[in-house]
């Protein structure tokens, strides 16, 4: 596989980036009472020594009683967590990988299997989890400023622990994304409305306050996917002049680069183009794109995270669109779980090394 693009450096404002490669955020849930442990930090380590240019981490939750379903999941506020991540970015920085935290509030979720619940009863724009499914309350407009400001304060903690760019996780469902869709934002105030870019308006917010908080030189990251784990075949934006109503208004607000998820890179996002997400997303606001979406692996992560096995697959498309400038970052996901030396590997040609992907490879920090 020729992959020379995949080792150009990339650089924006904080982030210079050795290489193209991402290691996507990806839950693992090893972080008792949300603290991140030395084994965490030995695990993003690993993957910054072997070779990936910038790790996004695992979703890490904002300062909000109800913003995480799991006890587990890492908290991105209060000193003990705060402590550990400064460990966690030390440990990634001497492995010689740049690094950002995801930021995260999930909103209105199903409880946790281990019957853990968080201390007040979960959040979101109209306490719906989906299309007429009520597991939490409404926010009040009240609930909504503190929210905000609880994203800017995580995000200038990033800044001050050295971490070198923010994520925000507006993707698959979550809180943002609550915002964004019609069938869990049945608001009536400023907060909802008819439209996708009326419905912006928290998310928009978020960015601006993250942006007052970092200065116009740190990097931000948004995540963002028309599909919801509550709908797979949905889709947010519907026509490419959609997704340019909902784009540019969260680039004018401070985004740099949009990270794109989808359940298969190279699936065309709209009819009459073999653009992706990440494809059509440059084309419209003319920021940079990161492409994610079962790279590098056959078989996509739904399949995978129900059990069934995936196997090693080739690069020869992502590198035909990566070429042609449908994107500029590839983020990798269950390849550099199951695997922290993907990027070397791949690197040197050494195919004949690449793992597959098993569901084990959830139960460990490899």
């Keep these: 596989m020729k992959t020379d693009s995949l080792f150009r450096p990339f650089s924006l404002k904080s982030l210079n980036i050795k290489n193209r490669i991402v290691m996507a955020p990806m839950t693992r849930s090893f972080s008792p009472d949300g603290v991140p442990t030395p084994e965490v930090a030995?695990?993003?380590?690993?993957?910054?020594?072997?070779?990936?240019?910038?790790?996004?981490?695992?979703?890490?939750?904002?300062?909000?009683?109800?913003?995480?379903?799991?006890?587990?999941?890492?908290?991105?506020?209060?000193?003990?967590?705060?402590?550990?991540?400064?460990?966690?970015?030390?440990?990634?920085?001497?492995?010689?990988?740049?690094?950002?935290?995801?930021?995260?509030?999930?909103?209105?979720?199903?409880?946790?299997?281990?019957?853990?619940?968080?201390?007040?009863?979960?959040?979101?724009?109209?306490?719906?989890?989906?299309?007429?499914?009520?597991?939490?309350?409404?926010?009040?407009?009240?609930?909504?400023?503190?929210?905000?400001?609880?994203?800017?304060?995580?995000?200038?903690?990033?800044?001050?622990?050295?971490?070198?760019?923010?994520?925000?996780?507006?993707?698959?469902?979550?809180?943002?994304?609550?915002?964004?869709?019609?069938?869990?934002?049945?608001r009536q105030d400023g907060y909802g409305g008819a439209t996708l870019p009326i419905r912006s308006r928290f998310a928009i917010e978020v960015i601006k306050e993250i942006r007052k908080q970092v200065g116009e030189d740190f990097a931000i990251i948004i995540r963002l996917s028309q599909f919801k784990p509550q709908d797979y075949n949905y889709k947010l934006a519907k026509t490419p002049q959609e997704m340019e109503a909902w784009l540019n208004p969260l680039a004018e607000a401070g985004v740099d680069i949009f990270h794109c998820s989808q359940r298969r890179f190279w699936e065309p996002e709209f009819e009459g183009s073999d653009l992706n997400f990440a494809g059509w997303a440059k084309k419209i606001t003319g920021q940079p794109t990161i492409t994610v979406g079962s790279v590098g692996l056959t078989g996509e992560f739904l399949a995978a995270f129900a059990g069934e096995s995936s196997d090693p697959s080739s690069l020869d498309?992502?590198?035909?669109?990566?070429?042609?400038?449908?994107?500029?970052?590839?983020?990798?996901?269950?390849?550099?779980?199951?695997?922290?030396?993907?990027?070397?590997?791949?690197k040197a040609n050494r195919t004949d090394e690449l793992k597959g992907f098993t569901k084990a490879a959830l139960a460990e920090l490899i």
């Design 42 to 186: 030995a695990y993003y380590r690993r993957r910054a020594e072997g070779e990936v240019g910038l790790i996004l981490s695992e979703g890490t939750v904002i300062d909000r009683l109800s913003s995480s379903n799991d006890k587990n999941v890492p908290h991105f506020h209060g000193e003990a967590a705060l402590k550990g991540w400064q460990n966690v970015i030390s440990e990634v920085k001497q492995g010689g990988a740049q690094m950002g935290p995801q930021i995260w509030h999930m909103g209105v979720m199903e409880n946790h299997y281990s019957g853990w619940l968080p201390a007040g009863p979960f959040e979101g724009p109209s306490g719906l989890f989906k299309p007429g499914v009520t597991q939490g309350i409404a926010m009040t407009e009240n609930d909504i400023a503190e929210t905000i400001a609880a994203f800017g304060r995580s995000a200038a903690d990033a800044k001050r622990l050295g971490f070198d760019c923010i994520e925000i996780h507006g993707a698959h469902g979550y809180l943002i994304d609550q915002f964004f869709w019609e069938g869990t934002n049945q």
């Design 317 to 346: 498309e992502l590198m035909r669109r990566m070429d042609r400038g449908d994107f500029d970052l590839v983020a990798v996901g269950r390849p550099l779980l199951a695997d922290p030396y993907w990027v070397e590997k791949i």
